[in-house]
């Protein structure tokens, strides 16, 4: 029994190791590229914030490529991260009883 389970987590590691990453999104900050990695886990997909900065240059970097880094997913997550991530970020937050507004 436990050679049939090593033997299923090596091959899902391998399927795994194939699998390319690909970007969804370009996001401004790090803040929104770790709500929307946080994000993405909580919906089971395994998520990675990619700056694109480098120490000491960051501000160069982001006016050079016009956002702090990128979202990235595993290719086989690609069109439903995208998609939730869309609809995250459209969603307008509900107004509870007594705020104003």
Do not use: C
């Not at 399927?15 to 993405?40: G, H, M, Q």
């Not at 016009?66 to 990235?72: A, D, K, P, Q």
């Amino acid at each position: 029994m436990s050679e049939e389970r090593e033997g299923a987590d090596t091959k899902k590691h391998d399927d795994l190791a194939k699998e390319r990453l690909v970007s969804i999104r370009n996001v401004p900050d790090e803040a929104t590229a770790t709500l929307l990695r946080d994000f993405l886990r909580s919906q089971g997909i395994e998520a990675n914030a990619v700056p694109v900065q480098m120490p000491w240059l960051s501000t160069l970097e982001t006016l050079h490529y016009g956002s702090w880094g990128r979202i990235e997913v595993l290719g086989k997550d690609q069109e439903r991260a995208k998609a939730l991530v869309e609809e995250y970020l459209a969603a307008v937050p509900e107004e509870t009883p007594g705020d104003e507004p």
